[in-house]
């Protein structure tokens, strides 16, 4: 990473943002709740070399270490203590067993949290509950079984089963779930679901990744209504960018609900997803793999995805006055809360 562009870059761009923009509202200790670590050894293949389908969806680097992220966290808050939630990339290319063998190996870092790869009869009951009480993790990362947005059919209950989530109701384990489908967390389906596995499970955590995957206002309208009841759903941001998201989020469920998350290492990008249409779309500095979605233009400054996640919050805690209290706790405080409830751990 340290060529002398990028140190150039990270100098006279990215740290004086952080410094001005970003750290003034952040605590001491900063936890993201979605991030992916993984090295090569762990694909079985590579999807948007073979043209899969959906595999040109969200193309990222092939090795993406536990150092790596810890180097980046550095980078990128650079007085803060870095902690994060952990887990492999959740994806049929992947070897589930290399993947998750290598994620509880974050164990030996204090501040990393892991989670792991698993859905609906991946993995015995009595081999997972071992994993869990032995092994360490504290919940699971929901195996997505497609490539990209080729999604098909798939529901919710087709990803997570009975046998998983009775196991995370009795040891209050996180569940943390990327809905299904092209209409994310508006769908009619989908949130059914989602109602089911909180009333039936009350004590798993159920974090919805990328907010329901609403990274529209639209979206975030027409989905949040039907999670607002159900106290142990919650919302990670990771690659959700856009204030109006946020705010109507905060609108709808207690703040002690949303975690901040960025999904690195796709948020590690310079750029801000945006939205064109119906449809968001990552603008990004030139040099990054082509992807769809994607549009690279080195017309304009940018600096890390992380940052305007954090900014989209801190935008939408303004419009809504939320205290600088309640707003700090959203990047440590709410996550720890439900990783310390996990049995056995608190
Ligand atoms: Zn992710």
Redesign the pocket.
């Known amino acids: 990473m340290a060529d002398k562009k990028e140190t150039e870059q990270y100098q006279q761009i990215d740290l004086p943002f952080y410094k001005n923009e970003i750290a003034p509202i952040l605590p001491d200790k900063v936890l993201d709740f979605?991030t992916?670590i993984y090295i090569k050894d762990t694909w079985k293949s590579a999807p948007w070399r073979e043209n899969a389908p959906g595999g040109k969806y969200m193309v990222i680097i092939q090795d993406y270490s536990i150092e790596d992220l810890l180097y980046d966290g550095q980078i990128m808050f650079p007085d803060k203590s870095f902690n994060a939630v952990c887990f492999g990339m959740?994806t049929p290319a992947v070897d589930l067993d290399k993947t998750n063998d290598y994620t509880i190996q974050t164990l030996a870092h204090p501040g990393l949290y892991p989670l792991i790869i698993t859905g609906r009869g991946l993995i015995p009951p009595d081999q997972l509950e071992e994993a869990i009480v032995h092994k360490g993790f504290l919940g699971y990362k929901v195996f997505l079984n497609w490539f990209g947005d080729d999604y098909g059919n798939i529901t919710v209950a087709d990803m997570i089963g009975p046998a998983e989530m009775k196991l995370a109701d009795r040891r209050r384990l996180i569940v943390l779930l990327?809905v299904p489908g092209a209409e994310r967390l508006t769908s009619p389906q989908v949130q059914k679901d989602v109602e089911l596995l909180s009333k039936d499970y009350p004590q798993a955590g159920i974090v919805l990744?990328?907010c329901g995957r609403c990274y529209l206002p639209d979206e975030a309208k027409r989905a949040m209504g039907a999670i607002r009841q159900l106290e142990n759903v919650y919302l990670d941001t990771?690659m959700v960018m856009d204030p109006t998201v946020i705010e109507i989020i905060l609108d709808h469920i207690d703040s002690s609900r949303l975690l901040f998350a960025t999904?690195l290492p796709?948020a590690n990008m310079r750029g801000r997803r945006v939205y064109v249409m119906d449809h968001w779309v990552d603008l990004v500095l030139e040099g990054y793999p082509d992807s769809k979605f994607r549009v690279g233009s080195n017309n304009m400054r940018a600096t890390f995805m992380v940052y305007e996640i954090i900014l989209a919050i801190r935008r939408a805690a303004e419009r809504v006055g939320l205290s600088d209290e309640l707003l700090r706790n959203i990047f440590y405080q709410n996550g720890m809360n439900i990783l310390q409830r996990v049995a056995g751990k608190g």
């Open positions: 979605h992916h959740p990327h990744a990328h990771s999904d796709i």
